[in-house]
């Protein structure tokens, strides 16, 4: 496995390793401030609720689809 | 109507949400459902009692569902995917209906673990990755947002492969996912098309001014 790894490489899996190391490195310096860290964790979480799949769906049928919701309750009908 | 008068009194014994009225469900499959009884069936036939008794309570909804679409005539979406990753429902499924606690409770009773249970099922995994994983989250979005909606898959016999590791080599070994039945799919044996290959679309515009297409020139 590493003879592959090491001399082919078909999908270069090493092709970033050193620059991948380095961010490695500046992520250890980063978590022993401790303020830092608490920091770029809550600011991470909350940048990802822009990948919400209800906000990208709810786009779509904005801009595309055009349909209209319906809710349903359990009587009626 | 008549009938629904009968609907309503079946609906209160089998499809009640409490757990005493879940576990009278479950009885109910494991005997005739199954053709098991408390000697003969195995933890696969408890998980397949417990997926039709939580099934009927979707079935029901299902109906009514489609009858308020039909009733209001509302626009439908149908999302059609070459994958989906759904991962194991019945958990899923569980929590939708808000009856995981009652669950748990009617299966304790019968000294039965629904941790186990959920355990028995095969991971439905048709697809390969984020794509299909995006696809079935898509699908919670759609029910979330309450668009009627419907997800068109395929079927494949065998999922994504059961891995395995061999000198340090990856084995391949197929997912035969469907080998001991799937208690969530209700075939449609009625419903058949068929489909030609190759072929072109020829698109026209008819009286109202709506794009129609046709896939013509198709082979036999």
């Not at chain 2, 439908?76 to 991962?87: F, P, Q, T």
């Amino acid at each position: 496995m590493m003879d592959r790894i090491q001399y082919a490489d078909p999908f270069m899996v090493l092709a970033d390793f050193s620059a991948y190391c380095k961010a490695q490195q500046t992520i250890d310096e980063w978590y022993r401030d401790a303020d830092t860290w608490v920091r770029k964790s809550i600011v991470n979480v909350a940048r990802i609720g822009k990948f919400s799949s209800d906000r990208t769906i709810r786009e779509y049928n904005e801009d595309i689809w055009k349909a209209t919701p319906l809710h349903i309750t359990r009587e009626g009908s | 109507m008549q009938s629904s008068v009968l609907f309503k009194s079946w609906g209160t014994f089998n499809k009640g949400m409490n757990a005493k009225s879940m576990l009278l469900s479950f009885a109910n499959h494991l005997e005739y459902s199954l053709s098991k009884d408390q000697y003969t069936a195995t933890q696969r036939d408890m998980y397949h009692a417990l997926a039709l008794a939580v099934r009927d309570r979707m079935v029901e909804r299902w109906i009514h569902t489609q009858q308020n679409y039909y009733l209001q005539d509302v626009k439908r979406v149908y999302y059609l995917s070459a994958e989906y990753l759904m991962g194991r429902v019945l958990v899923n499924n569980l929590v939708n209906l808000g009856i995981y606690e009652e669950a748990r409770k009617a299966m304790e009773e019968i000294h039965l673990d629904l941790n186990d249970l959920a355990e028995q099922e095969p991971d439905m995994g048709l697809g390969n990755g984020g794509l299909g994983r995006l696809a079935a989250c898509f699908l919670d979005s759609l029910a979330t947002l309450e668009i009627p909606a419907y997800g068109y898959g395929i079927r494949y016999e065998f999922g994504i492969f059961d891995q395995a590791i061999k000198n340090l080599e990856q084995f391949e070994l197929p997912e035969n996912w469907l080998k001991f039945g799937n208690p969530w799919e209700i075939p449609r044996p009625e419903y058949t098309f068929n489909v030609h290959f190759y072929g072109r679309v020829k698109q026209t515009t008819d009286s109202e001014g709506r794009l129609k297409s046709e896939w013509i020139d198709t082979s036999k």
